[in-house]
């Protein structure tokens, strides 16, 4: 299973989300992730189970506007992904991460 970190504040600026982050490392020892502006920090360590070369988070739809961490599976991401690539949508990996990223810029909430 993966470990992810979250904070949000009206200001983070010198926390350590890194470092937050490498505390988590017996959640998921393959990969590791963060990203962070002035209000939010985020950080994910990977267990690579789907698209274990190209699944690496945090993850951003092309214009990077929209950032995910994500600790789960999606059953039918398969079928999701083909429906969204059938919408005009453009993957760059296989994995349930990016399907999940397309569709909350597809339908939102």
């Known amino acids: 299973m993966c470990g992810i970190f979250g904070v949000?504040?009206?200001?983070?600026?010198?926390?350590?989300?890194?470092?937050?982050?490498d505390t988590l490392i017996h959640r998921g020892p393959d990969e590791s992730g963060t990203?962070?502006?002035?209000?939010?920090?985020?950080g994910h360590?990977?267990?690579s189970i789907i698209d274990l070369s190209?699944?690496?988070q945090p993850m951003f739809n092309e214009d990077r506007s929209q950032?995910?961490?994500?600790?789960?599976?999606?059953?039918?991401?398969?079928e999701l992904r083909d429906e969204l690539l059938n919408k005009g949508h453009t993957f760059a990996t296989k994995s349930d991460t990016e399907t999940i990223l397309h569709?909350?810029?597809?339908?939102g909430e």
């Open 54 to 56: 190209t699944g690496q």
């Open 103 to 107: 569709a909350y810029e597809e339908w």
């Open 67 to 78: 950032c995910i961490i994500f600790n789960g599976e999606i059953y039918n991401f398969s």
């Open 8 to 21: 949000a504040s009206e200001n983070i600026k010198g926390f350590p989300v890194k470092q937050a982050t």
């Open 45 to 47: 360590r990977r267990l």
């Open 35 to 42: 990203y962070s502006d002035d209000h939010v920090g985020l």
